[in-house]
């Protein structure tokens, strides 16, 4: 798979604003972590795909990696129920020394 059909679109949202800006010192019993960025991405890709999709696409360095599937919503559309589509969102923590300037 190509690494620039692994990752779809970023989520730009008022909570993704905030958690880019956040980072956290190291502490003695966690290390230091920079922003989280969520992305849509391809619904098979896994952790590792999608780490290296965004160090390759961005030229940053990844912490962590989360992901989760979102379930289709119901829908009503004249009378008829029907689902939206269901798709994988990942939520990618930078290093420290690390940031996105899409955000």
Excluded: C
Aim: net charge positive; charged share 30%; glycine share 6%.
């Amino acid at each position: 798979m190509d690494i620039y059909n692994i990752i779809r679109r970023p989520l730009v949202t008022e909570k993704g604003t905030h958690q880019s800006k956040t980072s956290h010192q190291p502490t003695s019993s966690r290390p230091g972590r920079g922003g989280a960025y969520a992305f849509e991405v391809h619904e098979k890709a896994n952790k590792i795909q999608i780490r290296d999709a965004v160090e390759k696409i961005y030229s940053v360095r990844v912490a962590s990696v989360r992901t989760s599937i979102q379930r289709g919503k119901t829908r009503r559309y004249r009378g008829r129920s029907g689902t939206t589509k269901i798709w994988k969102k990942a939520v990618v923590v930078l290093r420290p020394e690390h940031h996105i300037d899409l955000f």
